[in-house]
């Protein structure tokens, strides 16, 4: 199976920061790479899709980068609303596999 | 509007099989693939599985065979999860999740999870 590192573990942010996570595959993945935010209680949502394809609906301010092994997703100003565990997820090959989460907090 | 409303929280002995359900509203239901994706409580996502609510064809996570069931029902629009011989381990959230239509084992809409507990 393809693992899947996510780096920080959790960060902590304030309102307007930009904010950087970055993703580790232990094999290339071209770019079958996607992005979800889960808050508590919630099921996932998928933000980024194929590495830097923005999900319907999702704001501007949250896109993604990277091929091969190193994928970054990347928020430009933070919102409140924001405050959540961000997942990557590689779809390249069988088993899809996620990456541990990494947690946003306030600062 | 599209939705995916799954069924009620569970709780199990070890030993024991647990049936969840997810009905599917709003979309046409044989044109997506469907999946299983758990989440134990306070960690990561694993996928468990996929299928094919057409033709009724699936693939299991490795970790799953011979445990896992899963199966639909197309006049219900109603995909079913099935585990057995359940251990302390099983104890999750588990949720149904659609295949995107831009790309294959991605997934823009999920159901609201249901929870199942295996405890003596």
């Known amino acids: 199976d393809i693992q899947m590192t996510q780096s920080p573990s959790s960060l902590s942010a304030s309102v307007g920061d930009r904010v950087t996570i970055t993703c580790r595959a232990s094999?290339?993945?071209?770019?079958?790479l996607n992005w979800y935010q889960q808050k508590p209680g919630r099921a996932p949502k998928l933000l980024i899709y194929?590495?830097?394809s923005l999900q319907s609906g999702v704001p501007s301010r949250f896109s993604g980068s990277g091929s091969g092994t190193d994928f970054t997703l990347t928020i430009s100003s933070l919102q409140p609303e924001d405050f959540a565990i961000y997942y990557c997820?590689?779809?390249?090959?069988?088993?899809?596999?996620f990456g541990q989460g990494t947690k946003v907090e306030i600062k | 509007q599209l939705q995916l409303v799954q069924s009620g929280a569970e709780v199990r002995k070890p030993g024991a099989s647990v049936r969840v359900s997810c009905k599917a509203s709003?979309?046409?239901?044989?044109?997506?693939?469907m999946h299983w994706v758990r989440q134990v409580s306070g960690q990561g996502l694993e996928w468990m599985g996929i299928?094919?609510?057409?033709?009724?064809?699936?693939s299991y996570a490795q970790k799953f065979q011979g445990r896992v069931t899963m199966t639909r029902d197309t006049s219900t629009s109603t995909v079913f999860l099935d585990l057995s011989s359940l251990r302390s381990e099983d104890t999750a959230v588990y949720y149904c999740a659609r295949d995107s239509y831009s790309s294959e084992y991605t997934w823009d809409y999920w159901g609201q999870g249901t929870l199942v507990t295996v405890s003596s």
């Open positions: 709003g979309y046409t239901f044989t044109s997506y693939y």
């Open positions: 997820q590689q779809n390249y090959n069988n088993p899809p596999t």
């Open positions: 094999h290339p993945i071209t770019r079958n």
């Open positions: 299928i094919n609510p057409s033709a009724g064809s699936t």
């Open positions: 194929a590495a830097s």
